[in-house]
């Protein structure tokens, strides 16, 4: 996971998290980490969590499904070769499967963070780290261990400020088709 991060955010690509719960909390906290700094000084990296826009989220869930909340935002946000994190405990949240359907579609590389057997969003996603616990908190706890070391080895990679040149922060995105 930590490769595919570095990858994608090395080449101006743009890193989105998103779940339910807890799980939308542990997004919004490793996009932060990114965003932000975890334990290094840096640039800010391009990763976004769709789970923090109340007022998209709410006119979504009302105006077309709950189901929708994240795969019409995968759908505004992300291009080809972006990657899409859907974290799910259980992996049978509905709208985590249909956002990472939605990536699949657009060329997005899909990352599952779940726990248990995977559930039906495993099978879906490019790479899969499953917390092999049927225990929601320990899942969560893990998640967000597993966020950390993500983090982590991103900096590692990546470097400090004096190595700015060596990956670009995307601040101009492409604009698709809207016609399919």
Known sequence: ???????ALSEGRMVAFFGNGGSAADAQH??????????????????IALTSNTSILTAIGNDFDFDEIFSRQVRANLDE???AVGISTSGRSK????????????????????????GQLAPLCD????????????????H??????????VD????STSQIGRYQIRRN????????
């Not at 996971?1 to 990858?7: G, K, L, N, P, Y």
């Open 1 to 7: 996971m930590a490769h595919e991060v570095t990858d």
């Open 30 to 47: 490793i996009a932060a980490e990114l965003i932000g700094k975890f334990k290094k000084e840096r640039p800010p990296l391009n990763a």
């Open 81 to 83: 070769g972006d990657i």
């Open 95 to 118: 709208n985590v499967i249909l956002g990472v359907q939605e990536a699949r579609k657009i060329g997005a590389k899909t990352i599952a963070l779940t726990g248990g057997d995977g």
């Open 127 to 142: 790479l899969k780290v499953i917390v092999p616990s049927s225990d929601t908190q320990r899942i969560q706890e893990c």
């Open 144 to 153: 967000i261990m597993i966020g950390h070391v993500v983090c982590e080895l």
């Open 156 to 159: 590692d990679a990546l470097g």
């Open 173 to 180: 995105r492409t604009t698709r088709s809207t016609s399919s």
